[in-house]
């Protein structure tokens, strides 16, 4: 299952790379072109991730997991809105982090040191306890409202694989072609993460680079110095992902340009590592964990997230202050 798990971590970080798959990017791309593709083929990663992760749980449920569900809460909605903030000042989230440090963007490596002090910062303030009880999610079960979903998300996955391919068609590109282009068409490159990284969560919680961070933060602060062997490979794996497609792209440089990006990074990192305790998780968890086991929780904090990037990024447009990198 370990090497399994580290597989999909790598395709995850390939494809996430290629894709630029990034909330801010969409949310900038929305308010400054009117052009919701990305917020699309976000719908159609998570799509794909359901179809994909959810014949897996229910044959097996002690192998694959959904995300945990705290209902409808106003923890939920609250840390994705502070969340969006987060990752508004960053310039990116913990997807986009991750596609610029695989890059070689030495700036937003600052975001790692963040995320550690905020999530010490939500143990000392005990910000966890305010979830409430976990319950299982809708896709957690066979049952007639989660097949309706499954089958929804597999004619949503499905339609969206179809136009993509049709248009790789035309392009008559090959594998070689693909996997050394310097950029993937938004929706091609969610159908992948979707599907291999929704069934990496399905595997594993702790599998996100983030997460090690967290815990790290947690056993510097004197907690339980305790590292599954997930935690460990897919970092690792997700890493391996991406300087592999930032190699065979050429993408790859590295810089490093003043303070500001640092300070951005440090700042947001905080903000996003603090308020991921409340949802749990950071947008990566929420695309492709929770979104696909159709947690209420995750949902609402998805969405609170959009709500505040989308208007703040309008307004900062107009003032034009805080570009995103």
């Known amino acids: 299952m370990l090497t399994l798990l580290a597989l999909?971590?790598?395709?995850?970080?390939?494809?996430?790379?290629?894709?630029?798959?990034?909330?801010?990017?969409?949310?900038?791309?929305?308010?400054?072109?009117?052009?919701?593709?990305?917020?699309?083929?976000?719908?159609?990663?998570?799509?794909a991730a359901l179809a994909v992760t959810a014949p897996f749980v229910w044959s097996d449920p002690e192998a694959f997991k959904t995300a945990p569900n705290y209902g409808l809460t106003w923890a939920a909605a609250i840390g994705g809105a502070i969340y969006g903030i987060g990752v508004l000042i960053n310039g990116a989230c913990a997807l986009g982090t991750f596609v610029?440090?695989?890059?070689?963007?030495?700036?937003?490596?600052?975001?790692?040191?963040?995320?550690?002090?905020?999530?010490?910062?939500?143990?000392?303030?005990?910000?966890?306890?305010?979830?409430?009880?976990?319950?299982?999610?809708?896709?957690?079960?066979?049952?007639?409202?989660a097949m309706a979903a499954l089958i929804s998300a597999a004619i949503i996955a499905l339609a969206a694989l179809i136009t993509t391919a049709g248009r790789i068609g035309r392009t008559r590109l090959g594998p070689?072609?693909?996997?050394?282009?310097?950029?993937?068409?938004?929706?091609?490159?969610?159908?992948?993460?979707?599907?291999?990284?929704?069934?990496?969560?399905?595997?594993?919680?702790?599998?996100?680079?983030?997460?090690?961070?967290?815990?790290?933060?947690?056993?510097?602060?004197?907690?339980?110095?305790?590292?599954?062997?997930?935690?460990?490979?897919?970092?690792?794996?997700?890493?391996?992902?991406?300087?592999?497609?930032?190699?065979?792209?050429?993408?790859?440089r590295v810089r490093a340009r003043g303070w500001q990006q640092p300070l951005r990074s440090l700042l947001g990192g905080v903000i996003m590592g603090c308020s991921a305790a409340l949802i749990p998780g950071g947008n990566d968890v929420m695309l492709l964990s929770a979104l696909p086991s159709l947690a209420v929780s995750g949902v609402v904090a998805y969405v609170a997230m959009f709500a505040v990037l989308v208007p703040a990024l309008a307004i900062l447009g107009k003032w034009r202050v805080l570009p995103v990198p």
């Open 176 to 252: 070689s072609s693909l996997l050394r282009a310097s950029r993937w068409r938004p929706v091609m490159a969610m159908l992948v993460t979707g599907a291999a990284g929704g069934l990496a969560f399905a595997i594993s919680a702790s599998w996100a680079w983030p997460a090690l961070v967290r815990r790290v933060s947690e056993a510097l602060s004197g907690g339980a110095v305790e590292f599954p062997a997930p935690m460990l490979i897919g970092p690792a794996a997700l890493f391996a992902g991406g300087f592999a497609a930032s190699w065979l792209s050429g993408r790859f």
């Open 100 to 145: 610029r440090i695989s890059e070689g963007r030495l700036g937003f490596l600052a975001t790692i040191p963040g995320i550690a002090i905020g999530a010490h910062l939500s143990m000392t303030l005990k910000l966890a306890s305010n979830r409430g009880e976990a319950a299982p999610a809708i896709m957690a079960e066979p049952n007639a409202l």
């Open 8 to 47: 999909l971590a790598f395709i995850t970080g390939f494809s996430v790379h290629r894709g630029t798959n990034c909330s801010v990017v969409a949310a900038q791309q929305l308010v400054r072109r009117r052009d919701p593709t990305r917020l699309a083929s976000f719908i159609a990663g998570a799509a």
